[in-house]
Each structure stands twice: as C-alpha cells, then as structure tokens.
C-alpha cells in the first residue's frame, strides 16, 4: 500500500456519521466519521483545525533526542496513552493468568479499526482508533472463553525516520510492551452483535510531538529536503501461549510527513507547510504545522 504527496489537500474531519471501507476482505475494516474528506489545497493556509487529540508521551533520550512511542495502545477509558514513553500507543491491560478453556480453535479474525472523537491539541498531530474483530467460528463468544491466555498485541516496525534525530521511537516496537496484551474476557469485552466484539476503552493513538517536527530543520530554512517522512509498518498479533504470536491483521502503512503546500505562491508569499498521518487504508489527516 502507498500514497502520493506531492500536492496533498487539505483534510478535516466531519461529525458525520460513520463510513466503512474494507481493507483486504477479512482482514480488517476501516470505520470512521469524515475519512477522506477533502478541501481545496489552498485553504490549508487559514485551516485552523482538523479533529484528532494527543497527549505528550515525554521521555527524553540522549543528544536531546525524544525516545517516543508514536502509536499509544491503551486500555483505561478516557486514556489516550500518551503519557508514557510510546508514540504509537496502544494503552491496554496485561491479560490475567490462567488455564485456557477447552473450546475448540477460535481465532479473532476482521479487524475493525473505528476512527474516535478524540482530537488534537496545539501540541500535536495524529488521531486515534478503537477496536473490534469477529470470531473465525461465527460466535465472538468462543473467544471470550478463551480467556485470559487468549490475548492480542500490535507489533510495530519503522523503515523510514527522517526525524530522528529529534525523536527515535523503539524499532520494533510491542504494544502493550511484553508480557502484556489485549486481553478477550468478557468483563473488557463489549458483544456488538453474534460475531462481532468491541474492546472496552482500548484505543490506538498514532500521534506526533510537534517539539519533534521543526520547520528550521528542513529547507529552505534548514539542510533536510522535504518531504520529512517517517514511516512505520503494524501488524495485529494474537496468542494463547504467550509465546507464539499469529498476524490476523496487517501489515498497514503509517506514514507521517512534513511538507509544503503546492505552489505558486502569491506575492511576497511563502507555501505554508503542512503534517500529514496516513494509515494507509483505515484514516489520514492533514494539518496544518505547528510551531
């Protein structure tokens, strides 16, 4: 999956109703309000806000450089995740110990990833996700009776980090960090209908600390060209061992990028420039950048 950037419009998110796009049949389902909503290239220069939060994820490492993750997995409702050291965040519980449930194979399966009401502040760019997934037997009910050694993770890999030397996420990064996991139990669990369940209060943040995007690090300013990418690649995993992890869901394309409105500019005028995050197939956002 790839996108093109050279003359990217601006996009806002809309308070309308969901919309569902599939991504590879049975693998997952993208689910949000306003994805893909587009205005024209030059508003993007009075475009005051677009809809998604993040909250500082902090940490610094050596030299100056923020050791973030950038995709928060997290569990606690009201929790974006992203007070800790990740800056793709996926804030959920440790799974309980215990015997597994004798009930046959059931594995999750159609990952659905639904865009949430959270929106960004001034200090940052991204937006974030929640979950769902259905059962390969028909009845998401013989997943719940797996738990608690049932349980599933997000494994991130980043190929591309033109901003690292202001901010280096773990490569790879495993959320929740092992031995944790997302956990099936019926008391975490939310059944939307036969065979399909919703995770309560896990949510996927993929956000950007702006103190990492800086507009004099890239030209004309700066040395670095643009676009500044960075890019990274999820995979959904689950167990019942603890041990051996199987994908049912993935690879998906995250892509952030830091670029300049297309041209030509009106007198005396310099293209503003723009932040992009792109989960390729599910939701991207554009922003205008923050200083």
């Given at each position: 999956m790839s996108s093109t950037y050279g003359q990217r419009q601006a996009s806002q998110e809309q308070p309308a109703q969901a919309s569902t796009s599939r991504a590879n049949p049975g693998t997952s389902t993208a689910v949000g309000p306003g994805a893909g909503a587009a205005s024209e290239i030059m508003r993007l220069q009075t475009f005051a806000g677009n809809g998604a939060v993040t909250r500082l994820m902090g940490a610094s490492a050596s030299r100056g450089r923020e050791s973030s993750l950038l995709d928060v997995l997290s569990t606690a409702e009201g929790d974006d995740g992203t007070g800790g050291t990740f800056l793709d965040a996926v804030d959920a519980d440790v799974a309980d110990a215990g015997a597994l449930d004798a009930v046959g194979t059931a594995v999750p399966v159609d990952l659905?990833?639904?865009l949430t009401s959270w929106t960004p502040g001034p200090t940052r760019y991204g937006f974030q996700l929640k979950f769902r997934c259905g059962s390969s037997s028909g009845q998401v009910s013989d997943l719940q009776a797996q738990a608690p050694n049932l349980k599933w993770r997000e494994y991130v890999t980043y190929s591309r980090n033109d901003f690292a030397h202001r901010i280096n996420p773990p490569n790879p990064t495993i959320l929740p960090p092992p031995p944790g996991g997302v956990s099936f139990a019926p008391s975490r669990t939310t059944v939307i209908s036969p065979n399909v369940i919703e995770f309560i209060g896990v949510t996927d943040t993929h956000w950007m600390p702006t103190s990492a995007v800086r507009d004099t690090d890239f030209q004309p300013?700066?040395?670095?060209?643009?676009?500044?990418?960075?890019?990274?690649?999820?995979?959904?995993?689950?167990?019942?061992?603890?041990?051996?992890?199987?994908?049912?869901?993935?690879p998906f394309t995250l892509r952030r990028e830091l670029n300049q409105t297309v041209g030509p500019p009106l007198e005396g005028q310099t293209m503003p420039l723009y932040f992009a995050t792109d989960k390729v197939g599910i939701h991207s956002v554009t922003e205008p950048y923050k200083p």
């Open positions: 659905q990833q639904i300013a700066g040395p670095r060209p643009l676009p500044g990418i960075m890019e990274s690649s999820q995979l959904y995993q689950y167990t019942t061992d603890n041990s051996t992890w199987t994908t049912f869901a993935g």
